[in-house]
T-cell receptor
Framework: SQQGEEDPQALSIQEGENATMNCSYK?????LQWYRQNSGRGLVHLIL?????REKHSGRLRVTLDTSKKSSSLLITASRAADTASYFC???????????FGSGTRLSIRP | EPEVTQTPSHQVTQMGQEVILRCVPI?????FYWYRQILGQKVEFLVS????????KSEIFDDQFSVERPDGSNFTLKIRSTKLEDSAMYFC?????????????FGPGTRLTVL
C-alpha cells in the first residue's frame, strides 16, 4: 500500500499543551500535505511540504519531513479547544495524479 | 476568499436510483477531483479530471460512476444505480496545478444516504 498512516490514532491533551502527530508512508513522494477535518465537515488544508524540504512552519503548526525514514510529523503548539479535530496526512506520488490520505489522528483538547 | 461549493449538503435516495452530486470548483482551477469518506473511515480517492477527461480513477470508480463538466463552472459526479455501500460523504476538490503539486481545495461535502 502507498498510503500514509498516522499515529497515534487518537490523542487527548490538555489545552495549552503541544500535540504531535506522526505519519509514515511507503514509497517516494513528491510532497506531503496535512489536512484537518472537524467532525462531519469538509477537509481544510493546513500545510504542504515538498520532498526537498525538511521543515515548514505556519502559525502554531510545525511540520517536518524525513524522506530517509519516510515519515512526517505535525506539531501543534499551545493547543486550543478549537484544535479538536481529526488530522490527516496525504501523500502525492509522481506516478499518480491523486493524493492518498492516511487514516487520521483524532485529537481532543481538554479544557 | 474563493471556495469550492457542493450541493446538496445531504441527499437521501433509494437503492437503485440515480443520483447526481454537484460541485462548483474555484473558478481559475483546472484540475478537479472526487473523493469519498465512508463514516468512520479514511478519505478515498475516486477520480481526477482535467481538460474534459478523466486523468485517473480508482478501483472504486466503476461503471456505475461517471463525471462531467457540463458547463464552465459545474463538475458533477453521477452514480447510476446506487447501492447501500455507496452511503458516504462525497468531497469535491479542485486545484490550480496538477495532482498534489499544489494545494487541493475541498468542498464541504455531500452526505449521501442510500436506503
Amino acid at each position: 500500500s502507498q498510503q500514509g498512516e498516522e499515529d497515534p490514532q487518537a490523542l487527548s491533551i490538555q489545552e495549552g499543551e503541544n500535540a504531535t502527530m506522526n505519519c509514515s508512508y511507503k514509497t517516494s513522494i513528491n510532497n506531503l500535505q496535512w489536512y484537518r477535518q472537524n467532525s462531519g465537515r469538509g477537509l481544510v488544508h493546513l500545510i504542504l511540504i515538498r520532498s526537498n524540504e525538511r521543515e515548514k512552519h505556519s502559525g502554531r503548526l510545525r511540520v517536518t519531513l524525513d524522506t530517509s525514514k519516510k515519515s512526517s510529523s505535525l506539531l501543534i503548539t499551545a493547543s486550543r479547544a478549537a484544535d479538536t479535530a481529526s488530522y490527516f496526512c496525504a501523500t502525492f506520488y509522481s506516478s499518480a495524479s491523486k493524493i492518498i490520505f492516511g487514516s487520521g489522528t483524532r485529537l481532543s483538547i481538554r479544557p | 476568499e474563493p471556495e469550492v461549493t457542493q450541493t446538496p449538503s445531504h441527499q437521501v435516495t433509494q437503492m437503485g436510483q440515480e443520483v447526481i452530486l454537484r460541485c462548483v470548483p474555484i473558478s481559475n482551477h483546472l484540475y478537479f477531483y472526487w473523493y469519498r469518506q465512508i463514516l468512520g473511515q479514511k478519505v478515498e480517492f475516486l477520480v481526477s479530471f482535467y481538460n474534459n477527461e478523466i486523468s485517473e480513477k480508482s478501483e472504486i470508480f466503476d461503471d456505475q460512476f461517471s463525471v462531467e463538466r457540463p458547463d464552465g463552472s459545474n463538475f458533477t459526479l453521477k452514480i447510476r444505480s446506487t447501492k447501500l455501500e455507496d452511503s458516504a460523504m462525497y468531497f469535491c476538490a479542485s486545484s490550480q496545478t496538477s495532482g498534489g503539486l499544489g494545494e487541493q481545495f475541498f468542498g464541504p461535502g455531500t452526505r449521501l444516504t442510500v436506503l
